[in-house]
């Protein structure tokens, strides 16, 4: 059974930096895309990127590329989503799941519950 | 803005035919395929429709998907109050280089 388990909810200040997880099991992580959603308090759903675990190739989508970043540990079959600085406006539930098909396009078809990250002085 | 546009909401009654619309261009719907999610509040998203048509195994054929052009369609029949959900959008967009979902049509069933 594939499961995509998250790290619980987070509560940063402003500056700070942060590092969220994703645990996959059930599957041969380190041959499928796995990647993130955010989706801000009340709205839609926005791609964050991918990551293809076996060579760590990374694609961000233009509105995230430089404000975080994607990474993997194959051997532990962990994802990541990293920030160096957090803003208030990353308060946001962030989702990992894995990636079905081509990275531009495939789909998420297993999600992990998300994580709350939320950033407030 | 969402590049992909969608109904804010939608309704139905039990046991109608109910059919979400999904406007797009011809960057995006127009050359890719398209997926749609169902989010049920305080959920995470899960897959219902993948590739325009195809359903992932254990979503009943209740649920439908097509794609004409730069418009993609989710189709539900037999309405149920379960349905009650955000249903969301998504696909690759070349011009942007950028997965691009819809805001989400939030389906009531009365």
């Known amino acids: 059974e594939v499961q995509v388990v998250q790290s619980g909810a987070e509560v940063k200040k402003p500056g700070e930096s942060l590092e969220i997880s994703c645990k996959a099991s059930g599957y041969s992580f380190s041959t499928y895309w796995i990647g993130w959603v955010r989706q801000l308090p009340g709205k839609g759903l926005e791609w964050v990127g991918i990551i293809w675990p076996d060579d760590s190739d990374t694609r961000y989508s233009p509105s995230f590329q430089g404000q975080v970043t994607i990474s993997a540990d194959k051997a532990i079959s962990t994802a990541y989503l990293q920030w160096s600085r957090l803003k208030a406006s990353d308060t946001a539930t962030y989702y990992c799941?894995?990636?079905?098909?081509?990275?531009?396009?495939?789909?998420?078809?297993?999600w992990g519950r998300g994580t709350l990250v939320s950033v407030s002085s | 803005q969402s590049v992909l546009t969608q109904p804010p909401s939608a309704s139905g009654t039990p046991g109608q035919r109910v059919t979400l619309s999904c406007s797009g261009g011809s960057s995006n719907i127009g050359i890719n395929t398209v997926n749609w999610y169902q989010q049920f509040p305080g959920t995470a998203p899960k897959l219902l429709i993948y590739?325009?048509?195809q359903r992932p195994s254990g979503v009943p054929d209740r649920f439908s998907g097509s794609r004409s052009g730069t418009s993609a369609s989710l189709a539900i029949s037999g309405l149920q109050s379960e349905d009650e959900a955000t249903y969301y959008c998504g696909t690759w967009d070349d011009s942007l280089n950028d997965v691009v979902f819809g805001g989400g049509t939030n389906l009531t069933v009365l």
């Open positions: 590739s325009n048509d």
């Open positions: 799941a894995r990636l079905s098909g081509s990275a531009s396009r495939g789909h998420f078809d297993y």
